[in-house]
């Protein structure tokens, strides 16, 4: 079966503090791998992607995803959280024979002072 | 300003009032789709469009139509909308497959209750 799994629904974090979103896909998604994040009230927006090349990849607002083949992963981190980055975090990936993204169940990550 | 914009962006409606919920995007995008996000289960892709009058289902179409007569816009139906549909729905276009790698941009949501 196609799969996103996102390990966490809910994680909390201090601000400043370090924070790892976890992803794993089933190897039936192709490798076109992405995260997005949803402030409140707002859509989607794209956070970083994985096509190809260097297995870590860089995003906006400080954000990185590793891309794990061996262990199917692709977890996404920040060194050191603000308040605003208080959101949902969708990983997703190209299912290529349907013609669409498959999203995991998203983390609803919260910092708090 | 690229944008995908959906309206309205809140509705409250009755079982079995047919409604429409509009996305256009000024982006000249070929792709275009439309989501359902429910607590718990992420997006769900509804309907998908390659182009003009080329539409397809995606994971969860029951109960819902599309249509593709203009690139720049993507209609979501419901004829006779059930409380089951109430939901967090989503348009998102993008330039190609995301195949490719493209982004895909979503519009702001429309929030459907169905009492």
């Known amino acids: 079966a196609q799969s996103v799994t996102q390990l966490d629904s809910q994680v909390p974090v201090f601000e400043e503090a370090p924070v790892e979103l976890r992803c794993n896909y089933s190897s039936s998604v192709s490798v076109y791998l992405f995260w997005y994040v949803q402030y409140p009230n707002q859509g989607l927006q794209l956070l970083l992607k994985y096509l190809s090349g260097s297995t870590l990849v860089k995003g906006i607002n400080g954000f990185e995803a590793e891309f794990n083949k061996s262990q199917t992963s692709f977890h996404l981190r920040k060194p050191s959280v603000h308040i605003s980055d208080t959101a949902e975090y969708f990983c997703a990936g190209f299912s290529g024979g349907y013609n669409k993204l498959i999203f995991g169940a998203g983390t609803r990550l919260a910092v708090h002072p | 300003e690229a944008q995908v914009t959906q309206n309205p962006r809140y509705l409250i409606t009755v079982t079995g009032k047919k409604l429409t919920v509009t996305c256009s995007q000024n982006?000249?995008?070929?792709?275009m789709s439309w989501y359902r996000q429910d607590p718990g289960l992420g997006l769900r892709q509804i309907y998908y469009?390659?182009?003009?009058?080329?539409?397809d289902k995606g994971d969860v179409p029951e109960g819902y139509k599309v249509s593709r007569k203009e690139k720049r816009n993507f209609p979501l139906i419901l004829e006779s909308p059930s409380p089951n549909q109430t939901s967090l729905y989503f348009c998102?276009?993008?330039?190609?497959?995301?195949?490719?790698?493209?982004?895909?941009?979503f519009g702001q949501g429309t929030r459907l209750t169905v009492v």
């Open positions: 469009s390659m182009n003009v009058e080329v539409t």
């Open positions: 982006m000249n995008h070929e792709y």
């Open positions: 998102a276009s993008s330039s190609s497959l995301p195949l490719r790698g493209t982004e895909a941009f």
